[in-house]
């Protein structure tokens, strides 16, 4: 059962924390999570256990179309009430674009009650000044754009330079996004990664050195990702590309709950040693 005590017990134990958690709305430390399709009891589940913990809820590649249109709109509205953005993936811009849909895309993500829209080109080669031109249209139509710098297929993204990726970040700021994305895919694959999910530092530092992690998110699907990027910038990076069942266990690196990213044991603990210590937890 749980107590008015064990509330306290639970209180006294959060003033450990670190400063990684803010409240919403946030500007930074934001979690955008993937959905590859979780249904709505599913995602009402997700909220109550973690909505204060999510920013972003982004509806996966082109998932969106398939559902039930009345079912889509509940979820939708499900999270708008939790003060969750809601995005479809920019793979469905890119399709709608290649076949002359561009259109018909803005008006079911508007019908649909989408807050945000992604501006992608990791799919098809879309002209720089068109994608330039969809992130001021989105921003027009009055959804809030996070824009995306890097290619899905990883011969085509390694062609990449850091200062290519600094140079195409900086023109889709100024064109109207929010923020943007640094590609890395559901793998954790490319982008400021290599072919096993291992960060590549030195192009992730080139990227933070000249744009600053306020602006990025860094799409980090792995574990191991999420501790390097903490470890390296700080607790309020922006991170992408977060599954579901992953929500709460980002949140503990944010806040130091977990052995990867907890702070130091305190001088008096250490002092007491092993025997003592354990007593001064049993009085509180």
Not at 16 to 27: A, H, I, Q, W
Not at 235 to 253: C, D, M
Not at 257 to 265: K, N
Request: proline share 4%.
């Amino acid at each position: 059962m749980y107590t008015s005590g064990t509330s306290c017990i639970a209180d006294q134990l959060k003033e450990v924390m670190g400063s990684g958690l803010t409240n919403k709305p946030r500007e930074i430390g934001l979690t955008a999570v993937l959905d590859k399709g979780l249904g709505l009891r599913a995602m009402y589940d997700l909220v109550e256990l973690g909505g204060s913990y999510i920013d972003i809820v982004k509806f996966g590649w082109g998932t969106s179309v398939l559902y039930p249109l009345q079912t889509l709109m509940d979820k939708i509205t499900l999270l708008r009430a939790a003060g969750i953005a809601v995005c479809p993936g920019g793979t469905l811009l890119e399709i709608a674009w290649a076949n002359a849909r561009t259109e018909a895309f803005f008006a079911f993500a508007e019908e649909a009650g989408f807050t945000t829209i992604e501006v992608s080109d990791g799919t098809y080669n879309v002209p720089r000044r068109v994608k330039l031109a969809l992130i001021a249209h989105a921003a027009r139509l009055g959804f809030r754009v996070v824009s995306e710098v890097g290619k899905k297929n990883p011969e085509d993204d390694v062609r990449l330079t850091s200062a290519q990726r600094v140079a195409l970040v900086r023109q889709e700021l100024e064109a109207g996004a929010w923020k943007v994305i640094i590609e890395g895919r559901e793998s954790g694959t490319v982008g400021i990664y290599d072919a096993r999910g291992a960060v590549q530092g030195e192009l992730a530092d080139a990227l933070v050195a000249a744009l600053g992690v306020i602006s990025l998110v860094f799409e980090a699907p792995q574990k191991s990702q999420q501790v390097w990027l903490i470890q390296r910038y700080g607790t309020q990076v922006n991170f992408g590309n977060i599954p579901p069942e992953e929500v709460l266990s980002l949140a503990t690196l944010r806040c130091g709950l977990r052995s990867d990213t907890a702070m130091p044991a305190l001088p008096e603990v250490r002092q007491e040693g092993e025997w003592t210590a354990p007593l001064r937890l049993r009085a509180i």
